[in-house]
């Protein structure tokens, strides 16, 4: 169970994210929507640990990660897919997997130690290259990659961290239509394995509709709307308001 407790961040005299509390179940996937500078991303900050909060605490499973960093928060299983892709640009691609599983391992860069895993840390990579469908480009360095794969190599490191709980940050974002059905069956698959709590920044409503179990609407800052999508989406002042997606294309 992720939880946030009136989680509150203020840049000067500008509340970005306010005095937020919200309970994420595991084998859920909720999505958290609103418009631009509505506080989504900088609420993704405060739970992954790359912002400290002025106010409140971050809890998983009932431990208080509030103070503690990214990297240990990652180790204590918040994984966290970013809007801009997060790689190791000139390492090849299976590397870039294999240096993820050697992390979540705690394998040191002792000569011997990593000898002696390397087959194992290999095959396990590539066996995650094959679910996000790169195998047969992980010798291609990161930095070559179209966009779309891209993406898909950053949720191949993010699957091979084996994270409770996944945060992904619009994860179709400038990718084009043929690329966008392998990250949402991704991230479908990853749901539907029922034993992690999913969180999903997106502004394509078709995407929202079709994977969440529940929508978190904040704007200004605060939360103003969370429940069942259908219900959610159909509420004029989130539509209007919040949304800026007209009636008819709701309906539509």
């Given at each position: 169970?992720?939880?946030?407790?009136?989680?509150?961040i203020?840049?000067?005299?500008?509340?970005?994210v306010?005095?937020v509390?919200?309970?994420?179940?595991?084998?859920?996937?909720?999505?958290?929507?609103?418009?631009?500078?509505a506080?989504k991303?900088?609420?993704?900050?405060?739970?992954?640990?790359?912002l400290?909060?002025?106010?409140?605490?971050?809890?998983?499973?009932?431990e208080?990660l509030?103070a503690l960093?990214?990297?240990?928060r990652?180790r204590?299983?918040l994984g966290r897919?970013?809007q801009l892709t997060?790689?190791?640009?000139?390492?090849?691609?299976?590397?870039n997997?294999?240096?993820?599983?050697q992390?979540?391992?705690?394998?040191?860069?002792?000569?011997?130690?990593v000898?002696l895993?390397?087959?194992?840390?290999?095959?396990?990579?590539?066996?995650?290259?094959?679910?996000?469908?790169?195998?047969e480009k992980?010798?291609?360095?990161?930095?070559?990659?179209?966009?779309g794969?891209?993406?898909?190599?950053?949720?191949?490191?993010?699957?091979a961290?084996?994270?409770?709980v996944?945060?992904f940050?619009e994860?179709?974002?400038?990718?084009?239509?043929?690329?966008?059905p392998?990250i949402?069956?991704?991230?479908?698959?990853?749901?539907?394995q029922g034993?992690?709590?999913?969180?999903l920044?997106?502004?394509?409503?078709?995407?929202?509709?079709?994977?969440?179990?529940?929508?978190i609407v904040?704007?200004?800052?605060?939360?103003?709307?969370d429940?069942?999508p259908?219900e959610?989406?159909?509420?004029?002042?989130?539509?209007?308001?919040?949304?800026?997606?007209?009636?008819?294309?709701v309906?539509a």
């Amino acid at each position: 169970m992720l939880e946030t407790k009136n989680l509150t961040i203020r840049f000067g005299g500008h509340v970005a994210v306010d005095h937020v509390s919200c309970a994420f179940a595991p084998g859920s996937l909720t999505a958290i929507v609103g418009p631009n500078g509505a506080g989504k991303t900088t609420y993704f900050n405060l739970i992954s640990g790359q912002l400290r909060a002025t106010e409140g605490q971050v809890l998983l499973d009932g431990e208080d990660l509030t103070a503690l960093s990214a990297p240990l928060r990652t180790r204590r299983g918040l994984g966290r897919a970013f809007q801009l892709t997060q790689l190791f640009p000139h390492l090849p691609v299976l590397e870039n997997v294999r240096l993820a599983v050697q992390a979540r391992r705690g394998i040191g860069l002792k000569m011997l130690s990593v000898w002696l895993h390397h087959r194992d840390l290999i095959d396990e990579a590539m066996a995650i290259l094959a679910q996000v469908r790169l195998a047969e480009k992980s010798s291609a360095i990161a930095a070559a990659l179209p966009h779309g794969d891209q993406r898909k190599l950053e949720v191949a490191m993010l699957i091979a961290l084996q994270p409770k709980v996944y945060m992904f940050d619009e994860p179709t974002a400038g990718m084009s239509v043929d690329e966008v059905p392998v990250i949402l069956d991704l991230i479908r698959e990853l749901k539907a394995q029922g034993q992690h709590t999913i969180l999903l920044v997106e502004h394509k409503m078709d995407v929202v509709r079709e994977l969440a179990d529940r929508i978190i609407v904040l704007h200004n800052g605060q939360l103003v709307a969370d429940g069942d999508p259908a219900e959610v989406i159909a509420s004029p002042v989130v539509q209007n308001a919040y949304l800026g997606v007209a009636p008819e294309e709701v309906a539509a």
